[in-house]
């Protein structure tokens, strides 16, 4: 663990799309800083799996984020049972299908912007209430180089991101104020099963980097971790990048 100053007892973090990648080693890194992990998912066994391994403090919660009836009722769960939340990481999203615009899959187009857009508001319309009444609340939305740089096949993931992107600065400037922190996160390419769909796809140059390219998901965990302190809060409202060296020696890590 890098950075061991960093105490999260009594917090309270919910994370979406945990069941595996960046999400579940958010969850773990969370978890070790002791914070109270719930983890949210479509897949019921791996996050129950991964609540189970994490102990007493840590809750799995079936939701799709896409369904603003199932967010809201599983945030309500959450408070209920904790009494409040301090941390939101919005992880959950899509890549697939990765077409160019002439062969778009409309419906699939569509699914993107319901989790990877939609998805990102549902999760934030839902806790907003919550870190009000409790004066203060961490937001970090996991971002990508895809927000700004248009990519051949991934006009769904580059529009998506590129809306959380300003959905991020919005947020931040609405609910600054109220003691709400909002944040992006862009790790960069990390070996999760996002780059097996990616690399199948074989469409632009991030599909044929070589698996040893990418970053572990853990250090993405490590920067979420790192955001959730004070002296990240220079980067409220912007995307605080883990992609160049600096960036990684800021919250510790190897510069690769």
Same mark, same amino acid.
């Given at each position: 663990?890098?950075?061991?100053?960093?105490?999260?007892?009594?917090?309270?973090?919910?994370?979406?799309?945990?069941?595996?990648?960046?999400g579940?080693?958010?969850a773990?890194?969370?978890?070790?800083?002791?914070?109270?992990?719930?983890?949210?998912?479509?897949s019921?066994?791996?996050?129950?799996?991964?609540?189970?391994?994490?102990?007493?403090?840590?809750?799995?919660?079936?939701?799709?984020?896409?369904?603003?009836?199932?967010?809201?009722?599983?945030?309500?769960?959450?408070?209920?049972?904790?009494?409040?939340?301090?941390?939101?990481?919005?992880?959950?999203?899509?890549?697939?299908?990765?077409?160019?615009?002439?062969?778009?899959?409309?419906? %699939?187009?569509?699914?993107?912007?319901d989790?990877?857009?939609?998805?990102?508001?549902?999760?934030?319309?839902?806790?907003?209430?919550?870190?009000?009444?409790?004066?203060?609340?961490?937001?970090?939305?996991?971002?990508?180089?895809?927000?700004?740089?248009?990519?051949?096949?991934?006009?769904?993931?580059?529009?998506?991101?590129?809306?959380?992107?300003?959905l991020?600065?919005?947020?931040a400037?609405?609910?600054g104020?109220?003691?709400?922190?909002?944040?992006?996160?862009?790790?960069?390419?990390?070996?999760?099963e996002?780059q097996?769909?990616?690399?199948?796809?074989g469409?632009?140059?991030?599909?044929?980097?070589?698996?040893?390219?990418h970053?572990?998901?853990?250090w993405?965990?490590?920067?979420?971790?790192?955001?959730?302190?004070?002296?990240?809060?220079?980067?409220?409202?912007?995307?605080?990048?883990?992609?160049?060296?600096? %960036?990684?020696?800021?919250? %510790?890590?190897?510069?690769?």
């Amino acid at each position: 663990m890098l950075n061991e100053h960093i105490d999260l007892t009594g917090k309270t973090a919910i994370i979406t799309g945990a069941s595996r990648g960046i999400g579940e080693a958010a969850a773990r890194r969370l978890a070790k800083a002791n914070a109270n992990v719930v983890a949210l998912a479509r897949s019921k066994a791996d996050i129950e799996r991964i609540a189970s391994e994490l102990g007493e403090n840590a809750r799995a919660i079936i939701c799709d984020i896409a369904d603003w009836h199932t967010v809201s009722a599983a945030f309500d769960r959450v408070f209920t049972e904790f009494g409040k939340v301090d941390i939101l990481v919005n992880n959950a999203g899509i890549i697939d299908p990765i077409n160019r615009i002439e062969d778009a899959d409309v419906e %699939g187009w569509s699914r993107a912007v319901d989790i990877n857009l939609k998805g990102v508001l549902h999760c934030i319309r839902a806790v907003l209430p919550f870190m009000k009444a409790n004066g203060e609340g961490t937001i970090i939305n996991i971002s990508s180089g895809a927000a700004t740089s248009a990519l051949e096949g991934w006009s769904h993931y580059c529009s998506t991101k590129a809306a959380v992107l300003m959905l991020t600065r919005c947020v931040a400037k609405e609910e600054g104020e109220n003691g709400i922190r909002c944040v992006g996160l862009s790790p960069g390419t990390v070996a999760t099963e996002f780059q097996r769909q990616i690399k199948a796809a074989g469409i632009n140059p991030v599909s044929k980097l070589d698996w040893s390219q990418h970053i572990p998901p853990e250090w993405a965990a490590e920067a979420i971790a790192w955001l959730t302190t004070e002296e990240s809060r220079v980067h409220d409202g912007g995307d605080f990048s883990i992609k160049t060296p600096a %960036g990684r020696e800021t919250v %510790g890590l190897p510069a690769l």
